[in-house]
């Protein structure tokens, strides 16, 4: 005799499905709402590109197949799920460049997929929800990001002061790096690279462990060691300085940006795309309760250009061990100006945003905020008499033609087990006829949200039929539809 097989799924993945899809439908159908009204087209491109147009810029970027799932076609050339939605966008702009009319500003939503090692809340297949604009170098391009980003979580119900919109420019952290020492070549970009991801680890690794990993490493709780950048301690102070400059007002940090920089011309550009964008949100007014400057933001990926924008949640939650902590992240973006240039071979501006679709809901659901989310069950029409399923299908077939939603018991068990399946469904109204409904011409609707007895304490008709609670009530056949539709919308549903 065979064995079984287990059924079981890769570690860093996960089923989904009833209330944490509808909370996900939910988040994807209000942000294509807000993105769509401000004048972004959706686009869809595949999960699987070739590994030459994702690897460049990758984490391990010497082994173009590490940190995404690859394979080979039966061309022997390397395939790979995407591990973003950005470099498939770039390669779409490329090959359809002469079509397109730019600025081309699109948003699009899917599954991203990262060969990394999963961990409590990371996971190996994510959702994430993007816009970009290719083919603008205008600073209001990125400025619009972070208010389009602000206005989609208040959209969600999130209130100002729950969340943080946090601007940078990578061009004032290359001054930073340049004034700190960091050679220019090969081995500089990949120190420059450790120390990037090193700054952007302040929020939760706090000074003293950027320290550590700008210099000669640091060892974690589990004993793992993360190889530093071997910075000499003058040049982690400077950074360090950098990191803390923005406590002030939006005038305040761009002087003191300036001064930090001071020598590097590229820094300097920085600084003066920052003011710009300062000023553009003033005119919007977009105040530091929902966008501000702050030199903190690193955004880890190398293929940054300019701007680069974190959108963080301030709000707190509690942790596996019940301590409160800040929610953190929930989606970020920047300038990347050279990655379509890698198949054109000419620059083309673009800039973009990235938010965390599952990351979002977690949020949400701290906040309790996803209780609209989850879509009630269907009426359920009970089947009593086997014999007269045509006509319980008929009254299923109205309901739904009348935008109801609606559901005919298909199993093969009672009254009692249909009432707990129903139950079981979240099913807000369910619909009986017996044989004595049905020679009346009648019906009788039980509503299953009022009152706290449940469907399973009922052992037969007869205990039903008695019940005094005031949940169930008798209608004529003809009265079906307006009678349900107008239950359903006297409680909202």
């Known amino acids: 005799m065979t064995t079984p097989l287990k059924p079981r799924l890769p570690r860093g993945f996960e089923d989904a499905n009833g209330p944490g899809l509808d909370l996900q439908n939910r988040i994807i159908t209000i942000l294509s709402e807000v993105y769509a009204r401000y004048g972004f087209d959706r686009l869809t491109t595949p999960a699987i590109e070739f590994a030459d147009a994702l690897g460049k810029f990758l984490p391990d970027q010497d082994r173009p197949n590490e940190g995404v799932f690859s394979f080979r076609d039966d061309d022997e050339q390397w395939l790979c799920l995407r591990y973003d939605l950005t470099a498939p966008l770039a390669r779409y702009v490329a090959e359809n460049y002469e079509r397109l009319s730019f600025p081309f500003r699109r948003f699009q939503t899917g599954s991203v997929f990262r060969n990394e090692k999963p961990g409590p809340g990371r996971f190996r297949e994510f959702v994430q929800f993007d816009a970009d604009t290719v083919g603008s170098a205008n600073m209001a391009a990125d400025t619009e990001f972070c208010m389009l980003v602000a206005d989609a979580l208040e959209a969600l119900g999130l209130n100002r002061g729950d969340y943080a919109i946090k601007i940078n420019n990578r061009k004032v952290l290359n001054g930073i790096l340049e004034c700190a020492g960091i050679a220019p070549g ?107 400057i702050d030199p903190s933001v690193v955004r880890g990926l190398a293929y940054y250009t300019g701007p680069v924008f974190e959108a963080e949640l301030t709000f707190e939650i509690k942790d596996e061990d019940g301590r409160a902590v800040r929610f953190g992240s929930i989606g970020g973006g920047g300038r990347y100006d050279d990655l379509v240039e890698r198949f054109l071979g000419k620059k083309v501006p673009a800039t973009g945003v990235s938010i965390g679709v599952s990351r979002l809901a977690a949020a949400l659901k701290a906040k309790g905020l996803a209780g609209g989310a989850q879509s009630e069950g269907p009426v359920v029409v009970l089947v009593l008499d086997r014999d007269q399923l045509p006509g319980y299908q008929a009254m299923v077939s109205e309901l739904r033609g009348h935008g109801v939603r609606a559901e005919l018991y298909l199993g093969e068990a009672g009254m009692k087990a249909q009432m707990k399946y129903a139950d079981r469904r979240g099913a807000p109204l369910i619909v009986i006829e017996g044989s004595n409904e049905r020679a009346s011409g009648q019906l009788t609707i039980k509503d299953l949200r009022l009152g706290a007895k449940l469907s399973a304490d009922i052992a037969s008709r007869e205990e039903w039929a008695k019940a005094k609670d005031g949940q169930q009530w008798t209608i004529t056949r003809s009265d079906l539809v307006n009678n349900i539709k107008a239950k359903l919308g006297a409680t909202g549903a």
């Open 186 to 292: 090969a081995e500089g970009d990949m120190q420059r690279l450790t120390v990037l991801r090193a700054m952007d680890k302040l929020d939760r690794l706090g000074v003293e462990g950027v320290r550590m990993l700008l210099g000669k490493g640091r060892k974690d709780e589990s004993g793992d060691f993360t190889k530093g950048a071997g910075l000499e301690p003058q040049a982690i102070d400077r950074i360090v300085s950098f990191l803390q400059a923005g406590t002030s007002t939006a005038n305040d940090v761009c002087s003191e940006l300036s001064h930090l920089v001071e020598g590097s011309a590229q820094g300097q550009e920085g600084v003066a795309e920052l003011s710009t964008m300062r000023d553009l949100l003033t005119a919007a007014r977009y105040q530091a309760d929902r966008v501000r």
